[in-house]
């Protein structure tokens, strides 16, 4: 796909983000706009998956370690075909499958459950140990908050992950410098970010996470680094797309009110117009 094309499918995700956080009255937008390019572009180009048969032995796996930010996961899975988009309008709501994180049992294209911080990335670790085991070529892919990495648990499987030489692990930090309370930098700094990867093996590469041709060119290079697992510390704008909410430590975790879903159902929409102008 052309960077353009995918522009114009990471802002109806972004529409999606939002829909369902209205719908539910409650959830993380912000952190899920920050990373609406790279799930955009985990699932129409990086991933080797199939809506049709979600659970195919040789897929590709995917781990929302930041499992908070279930709404932008939810979004692109949604706009890939995994499930139908009205679904998404039921977020958070009783007896709904779609929960206020990610469920492996219920939930189609969802690889692993995710919860509480740190976890993730052990999980994702596991599952590309277990390919390199068997002997298998499907690659592994988790994405984790710069938040998130102030668990100690993220360093125990990442130095794992580097002695143990996994090329066919991709670890994605989604660096929009806030957290639920302020900035990362000043309740617990962890900069700098790629020399801390590389202290544990890994190759670590610097995008600014919202520019496409950015994220072509690091997922590329990443398939082409062999010998050890590669991080990709993606530079972000927390509530990327909705000018109110970004870098807006605020709506890290809720939901609009309804003038604000207007408002911002409004710029997406002028944002998408203008794409479709292009």
């Known amino acids: 796909m052309t960077n353009l094309e995918l ?40 991933l080797n998956v199939d809506p049709k048969n979600p659970k195919m032995a040789d897929r590709d796996r995917f781990v929302l370690s930041k499992g908070h930010t279930a709404p932008g996961l939810y979004a692109v899975l949604a706009e890939r075909g995994f499930f ?22 219920h939930i189609p294209g969802v690889d692993m459950s995710s919860g509480s ?11 590309a140990a277990a ?26 499987a990442a130095m794992w992950a580097g002695s143990r030489h996994l090329d066919n692990l991709v670890v994605i930090v989604d660096n929009n410098g806030l957290q639920i309370d302020g900035s990362v930098e000043e309740i617990c700094s962890p900069y700098p970010i790629d020399q801390k990867f590389e202290a544990f093996h890994f190759h670590a590469i610097n995008i600014d996470g919202n520019d496409f041709e950015e994220i072509r060119k690091a997922f590329l290079e990443a ?33 609009p009110n309804d003038d604000e879903y207007k408002l911002a159902m409004e710029e997406l929409e002028k944002a998408g117009e203008a794409l479709c102008r292009n």
């Open 223 to 255: 398939r082409q680094t062999k010998g050890m697992p590669t991080a990709i510390i993606a530079k972000t704008i927390k509530g990327k797309g909705v000018s109110f909410m970004e870098n807006a430590v605020g709506w890290h975790g809720k939901a």
């Open 84 to 105: 139908p988009k009205e679904d998404l309008l039921t977020l958070r709501h009783t007896g709904s499958y779609l929960q206020g994180h990610p469920d492996m049992k």
């Open 117 to 127: 911080l740190g976890q993730g990335l052990s999980a994702a670790v596991g599952m």
């Open 131 to 156: 390919g390199k085991y068997d002997k298998k070529d499907y690659r592994v892919y988790a994405l984790c908050g710069d938040g998130e990495i102030q668990e100690g648990q993220i360093w125990e």
């Open 7 to 46: 522009k114009k499918i990471a802002n109806e995700v972004r529409k999606n983000i939002i829909r369902s956080v209205h719908s539910a009255k409650a959830g993380h937008p912000g952190g899920s706009l920050s990373a609406a390019d790279i799930f955009t572009w985990l699932y129409y180009e990086e």
